[in-house]
């Protein structure tokens, strides 16, 4: 639910990790060093609202919070003090930086999946096969997922997926199989409608991306009645 806005001077870069360069945390804040090894969760959720009570955290209005300044793509980035104390984590001298930066992403990913339990034994299809959908075929394999196929409309993004634990890749441009779970990876417009025609009976759709915050989708509710799918 974070989209690009026409701003040249902000740098960005949300998944990233680093060193500790200044210890005068500040605020009263302690338990860093210079040289900590470290990764910062850039937004979180107050954990209090009705959102958050009733499982939604992405939907919490302190979701919207900037904690980081300015980016990660920046030489030196300033952590608030709410970062501090909320979203700050080390982690282990055995784990690169490269891996990380993965730290974020994945929780992302992880939050998503257990949002479409069950997935033991369940078809999958996850539409778009960027760092997200590699991502989520991971996960969906390491948790027990049944047959996975994975849709792009670039082949060698489609041959990552395979490697990644996908069954088979097919291209996104053709007629896509039916699965119990489908997951959306790409803000493709016309693969917002695929994922309402793959989904079986009773089975879930994860939009993990979306097209833009102005753009609408018609939904077959009448099909979606008879069929429940969540």
């Known amino acids: 639910f974070f989209f690009k806005q026409k701003t040249a001077y902000e740098i960005p870069k949300r998944d990233w990790s680093s060193d500790v360069c200044s210890s005068d945390l500040g605020g009263g804040v302690?338990?860093?060093?210079?040289?900590?090894?470290v990764?910062?969760?850039h937004h979180f959720p107050c954990l209090k609202c009705t959102a958050c009570l009733d499982g939604n955290e992405t939907a919490c209005e302190a979701m919207h919070t900037k904690h980081i300044d300015p980016g990660g793509f920046a030489q030196y980035v300033r952590i608030l003090e709410s970062g501090i104390v909320n979203g700050l984590y080390r982690f282990p001298e055995t784990m690169s930086y490269e891996e990380a930066s993965?730290?974020?992403p994945l929780a992302c990913v992880v939050r998503a999946v257990r949002k479409t339990l069950p997935v033991q034994g369940r078809s999958a299809l996850v539409i778009g096969s960027g760092l997200a959908g590699l991502l989520y075929i991971k996960v969906?394999?390491?948790m027990g997922a049944?047959?996975?196929i994975a849709a792009d409309m670039n082949q060698q993004r489609l041959d990552a997926a395979?490697?990644?634990g996908a069954d088979e890749g097919v291209m996104a441009n053709g007629k896509l199989p039916s699965a119990d779970r489908v997951v959306l990876c790409t803000g493709a417009p016309a693969a917002a409608t695929q994922a309402?025609?793959?989904?079986?009976?009773?089975?879930?759709?994860?939009f993990f991306a979306a097209d833009g915050p102005d753009k609408k989708l018609e939904i077959p509710l009448t099909r979606f009645w008879i069929s429940q799918p969540e």
């Open 30 to 37: 302690s338990g860093y060093k210079t040289g900590d090894r």
């Open 39 to 41: 990764v910062i969760t």
């Open 102 to 104: 993965f730290v974020e």
């Open 140 to 142: 969906l394999r390491a």
């Open 146 to 148: 049944g047959r996975i």
């Open 162 to 164: 395979v490697r990644s």
């Open 196 to 206: 309402l025609e793959c989904i079986n009976r009773g089975g879930k759709i994860m």
